[in-house]
């Protein structure tokens, strides 16, 4: 009995010891899930954002102002910049912890013309070490500011070069290897405008902050007065704000005198990529692209993408008395997760045009705007490719002391671009302003088909690029080649080439990151 008992109760015990810890079990596994498909859902409900119609446009819109020079004997245009933390009223009554050029967020704008010297005295007043890099700019590679050309605090680094590209619209910020992305976002980055007599003799809008305003976008996330740059979590890209500034201003306005207005956008975020256009899907005219003007105007009707650190310049009709909205759109950036956490479904209202009840009238945009100097691609001296990853390019992790790519002064290569990674990336390339051939296996859209230096390569993509290098030979120090997305870049999605003489062998990098 007692056994048969203990029996029955063991047998009894058994399932039911079995059961509960199933239940138990099944309890824990149905939470979790539940948890885990709502820790989903509200990641991905809470992925977007949008200003739209929310922005106040309260804001007079900064211009940064040009940067003053002297002229030195021998022609020589000197620019003084100088690095330093500061503090910058965003919003009403708060002070925001800030880095800036020559003030305390972002930086004066440099101008120069084709053929003139220039030389930048850099001054770091940072209490860390930084660079100075001219995006875009075609100059010598230990002139380019990049990760070789640190400046400690409290130094000064003085580069020199000849302008010698088309007119365009150009910029510069910091490149310290690992410390881009909080360099920039803190806000360290300026524009560069090159002119030359072709595009002085084309009757666009050009006077500077009245007709032709430079459009400096960045996205941003505060937290009370300091900025936030959390990444957060799902994100790959890098920090997503929740909503732009132009120029260092919050929910801008920009007054409009004139029937045409220029406006010359550089996408100076750190991951986010914009799809432009206006609120009340008015047309607008593409002029440029990064390396400058195209051969002729193309009317936009759709939207206009930039990635982090690509250009354009549009021209917009006003009419009297009207407002519109540079508005970014909703993307496709890949597929439908990637579209989501890579920021494809946000939108933004960005800058306000309001048009005087009288307008100055404004030449027709000229039908021709002349020739591209940028390679066709047709007899290239040889081909590279580059396979795009988060874990470096070509297996490779950025490395300051390896030379990847040793490239012949003179000659013409074409470049092909793979991204198979899975999220977005764009590339970038020192020195040179490439034409883009193809886009996978098609002929590139309007906006790719000027100069450009940085193009932006969704998942599964494959471009092809053109490109010459003109020196000069620097068998030692590198040019950079890379993601800008920022936060990419610093992990190490970069690579390093030198241009060097027919048949002369690549040297070695200088040392370490601080020279001085
Ligand atoms: Cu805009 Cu290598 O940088
Ligand atoms: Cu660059
Ligand atoms: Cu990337």
């Known amino acids: 009995m007692k056994e048969t008992g203990s029996g029955r109760g063991e047998r009894r015990g058994k399932p039911g010891r079995l059961k509960r810890v199933l239940i138990t079990l099944g309890v824990v596994v149905g939470v979790l899930i539940a948890a885990l498909g709502g820790g989903v859902a509200w990641l991905w409900t809470s992925a977007d954002v949008s200003t739209v119609g929310k922005v106040s446009f309260r804001n007079e819109l900064a211009i940064p102002p040009l940067a003053d020079s002297t002229v030195e004997q021998d022609g020589t245009r000197v620019f003084d910049l100088r690095m330093q933390a500061g503090e910058t009223e965003f919003k009403d009554g708060q002070q925001t912890p800030t880095w800036g050029f020559n003030g305390s967020y972002l930086g004066p704008t440099l101008r120069a013309e084709r053929g003139e010297k220039v030389k930048v005295r850099i001054a770091n007043g940072l209490d860390e070490a930084s660079t100075v890099h001219w995006h875009g700019m075609h100059l010598p590679a230990k002139m380019d500011g990049g990760p070789h050309q640190m400046v400690r605090p409290g130094g000064t680094w003085t580069p020199d070069w000849k302008v010698d590209q088309p007119a365009a619209t150009l910029w510069y910020h910091p490149h310290p290897h690992g410390a881009t992305e909080k360099h920039v976002q803190r806000g360290l980055a300026g524009m560069f405008l090159l002119d030359d007599e072709k595009s002085a003799r084309l009757p666009l809008p050009g006077t500077y902050g009245v ?243 940085t193009v932006f390569i969704p998942d599964g993509s494959t471009v092809k690029l053109a490109m010459r290098f003109d020196g000069p030979p620097d068998p030692d120090v590198p040019y950079m080649y890379h993601c800008h997305l920022l936060y990419h870049e610093d992990l190490g999605m970069m690579g390093q080439f030198v241009v060097v003489e027919k048949g002369q062998q690549a040297g070695t990098p200088p040392p370490g990151r601080h020279q001085h």
């Open 211 to 453: 007709d032709d305003i430079p459009v400096i976008v960045q996205d941003t996330k505060f937290d009370g007065a300091k900025f936030d740059h959390g990444r957060g979590m799902m994100r790959s890209l890098g920090f997503l704000g929740d909503q732009t500034l132009v120029n260092g201003t919050l929910a801008p306005y920009q007054e409009v005198g004139d029937e045409l207005v220029r406006l010359r956008l550089l996408n100076a975020s750190t991951a986010r990529t914009y799809a432009f256009g206006f609120s009340d899907s008015r047309q607008f005219a593409l002029i440029g692209t990064d390396g400058g003007l195209l051969e002729a105007p193309v009317r936009m009707g759709g939207h206009l993408r930039l990635s982090p650190g690509e250009r354009a310049e549009v021209v917009v009709r006003m009419e009297p008395g009207e407002k519109t909205v540079l508005r970014s759109f909703p993307q496709r950036l890949g597929d439908a997760f990637n579209t989501r956490f890579g920021g494809g479904d946000d939108s933004f209202d960005i800058l306000q045009l309001r048009a005087g009840d009288t307008l100055r009238p404004s030449p027709e945009l000229p039908d021709m705007l002349g020739e591209l100097e940028i390679p066709e691609g047709k007899d290239p001296a040889r081909g590279r490719h580059f396979d795009l990853k988060l874990s470096g390019i070509n297996g490779r992790k950025m490395d300051m002391g390896r030379i990847d790519e040793v490239v012949t002064r003179g000659t013409e290569e074409v470049w092909t671009v793979r991204n198979g990674n899975g999220m977005a990336h764009n590339f970038h390339v020192h020195d040179v302003q490439f034409r883009v051939l193809e886009m996978d296996g098609q002929a590139p859209p309007p906006e790719l088909r000027g100069a450009k230096d």
